[in-house]
């Protein structure tokens, strides 16, 4: 059985950063691709950033330059990094992991960027 717990999540002001943390249980599992996707009110759920094993990442359009996603996999866990938080980051993120066919998710940690 695999769990993802995700932490770090809260309420920051415009411009503030926040460190965002998701742990992966399993026996051992190495996951082919870890990521980051959130979801705000009322919008789909979208792709922040992702990070494969061997390190190559992506990321929106919206948040490049500002996030970073790094990984341990000796851990199975990854992290994601926001500086210069906007009002628009604020939503639901949900830490994800994929092994072959098999897909995870966590349960979702609330960001809220407000003054």
């Known amino acids: 059985q695999v769990q993802l717990v995700e932490s770090g999540g809260g309420l920051v002001q415009p411009g503030g950063s926040l460190r965002l943390s998701c742990a992966a249980s399993g026996r051992g599992i190495v996951f082919n691709v870890m990521g980051w996707y959130r979801q705000a009110p009322g919008k789909q759920r979208q792709l922040v950033a992702g990070?494969?094993?061997?390190?190559?990442?992506n990321y929106a359009e919206s948040v490049k330059g500002r996030f970073s996603i790094s990984r341990d996999n000796a851990k199975s866990t990854v992290y994601l990094q926001m500086n210069s938080l906007k009002l628009e980051d604020t939503a639901v993120y949900y830490c994800?992991?994929?092994?072959?066919?098999?897909?995870?998710w966590g349960q979702g940690t609330q960001v809220t960027v407000s003054s």
């Open positions: 990070i494969t094993i061997g390190g190559n990442t």
């Open positions: 994800n992991a994929k092994v072959y066919q098999l897909e995870y």
